[in-house]
C-alpha cells in the first residue's frame, strides 16, 4: 500500500512549500512541492532546479527559487528526517 504524508515547511501568503513523507513507497531524490492557488512546481532540492512546473510564472518561480536557496538546508534536513530510513 502506498501513502504520501505531506509537512508543509514553508508559509508566505498563498505560497506553501511542502516535502512529502512517503510510506510503501521511496523517494530518490529530495525534492519540494510549491503551492500557490492553482499552480503547482516541484524542485530538487540539492539543486534548485524546477523538475515541474504546472501554472508559475517565470518571475515567480526565480522568487521561489531566492526562498529555497534560503532556507536549503533546513529543507534537506526535514527532507531526510522523512524520507530516509535510520
Known amino acids: 500500500m502506498y501513502n504520501a504524508y505531506m509537512t508543509t515547511v514553508f508559509r508566505r501568503g498563498r505560497l ?3 516535502i ?3 510510506d510503501g513507497g521511496q523517494h530518490h531524490l529530495a525534492h519540494c512541492h510549491v503551492y500557490l492557488l492553482d499552480a503547482e512546481a516541484i524542485f ?3 539543486t ?3 523538475l515541474a512546473n504546472s501554472g ?3 518571475k515567480t518561480l526565480k522568487q ?3 526562498i529555497l536557496s534560503d532556507y536549503q538546508i533546513e529543507f534537506l534536513d526535514i527532507w531526510r528526517s522523512l524520507n530516509e530510513e535510520e
Do not use: Q
Request: charged share 50%; net charge positive.
Open 16 to 18: 506553501k512549500i511542502s
Open 20 to 22: 512529502y513523507r512517503e
Open 44 to 46: 530538487d532540492l540539492k
Open 48 to 50: 534548485l532546479e524546477c
Open 56 to 58: 508559475f510564472h517565470r
Open 64 to 66: 521561489v527559487r531566492e
